[in-house]
């Protein structure tokens, strides 16, 4: 059904959140369809679904939490611009891939288009309706900022976000493979630093992704694994899975539903 909609087949007329022209809209995706397929895939196109709440079951899911956003038009150009580039980035389609004992290394690639796909993702997951969404919503100027930089092909100021990028890794005992860690996807969480920043975080194609909200004194900002300047050579250093206190209380959450009986999936 997601697919029939995709096309256009009974989509709704609306103003589109891009462009603002009354259109049919096509179901968007705030991080990309393709980041559920490898999950999907693994589970016989289904995947477990854990929400971070006291009361919804674990349960099976085929939902990739597109909503109706983007007429076809403005769907297809930030699918073309950014999402396929940054999607083959992170496969290492382009460019070359090389793994140290520190992280992953990206060669040949252009940083400014790599960080534009990351902030549209984060300008969609703002405006998506889709209840794996509803935690993070912008602030209405940050919100606008992106969109019109979206729209009008703008460069967005480094000057603003800071976007680090980890590549994850589990060094556990009998833990998590490489490709495993590539199917796990996670709404977005927010991290407050004791008021001084906020960030997002979300968690696709084997990479934790934190966009900070504000330009951040130069001593973090220049940290490895924070996507600035221009250099085509980026490295994202790797993250330990179960570092990520987020993403454990996600799994513990889930455990322990399974464990009271909370579960549809047995
Ligand atoms: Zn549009």
Request: aromatic share 10%; proline share 3%.
């Amino acid at each position: 059904m997601l697919i029939e909609s995709q096309y256009g087949v009974n989509a709704t007329i609306r103003p589109c959140r891009l462009c603002g022209e009354q259109r049919g809209l096509s179901i968007s995706h705030a991080l990309p369809n393709s980041a559920f397929v490898s999950a999907l895939r693994e589970g016989s196109g289904k995947v477990v679904a854990i929400v971070d709440d006291q009361t919804t079951p674990i349960q099976f899911s085929s939902d990739t939490w597109g909503v109706e956003l983007l007429c076809a038009t403005c769907e297809d150009k930030l699918n073309r611009k950014l999402d396929a580039y940054g999607i083959a980035v992170l496969k290492g389609q382009i460019g070359t891939v090389l793994r140290s004992d520190y992280g992953v290394t990206f060669r040949g690639i252009d940083r400014q288009r790599f960080r534009a796909f990351f902030l549209s993702i984060l300008w969609r997951i703002s405006v998506s309706s889709h209840a794996s969404y509803s935690n993070i919503d912008l602030p209405t100027h940050w919100e606008n900022e992106l969109h019109l930089a979206l729209k009008f092909d703008q460069k967005i100021s480094g000057s603003k976000y800071t976007v680090a990028i980890y590549r994850l890794r589990d060094s556990t005992p009998d833990g998590f493979t490489s490709e495993s860690l590539r199917s796990i996807v996670t709404a977005p969480f927010a991290r407050d630093y004791e008021g001084k920043f906020v960030s997002v975080c979300f968690i696709c194609f084997g990479f934790l992704v934190e966009i900070f909200l504000s330009k951040l004194p130069s001593k973090i900002k220049n940290k490895v694994g924070v996507l600035v300047g221009s250099n085509s050579i980026f490295m994202a250093p790797f993250q330990e899975i179960f570092d990520i206190p987020e993403l454990v209380n996600m799994m513990g959450s889930g455990l322990y539903k399974r464990d009271i009986g909370l579960s549809q999936i047995d």
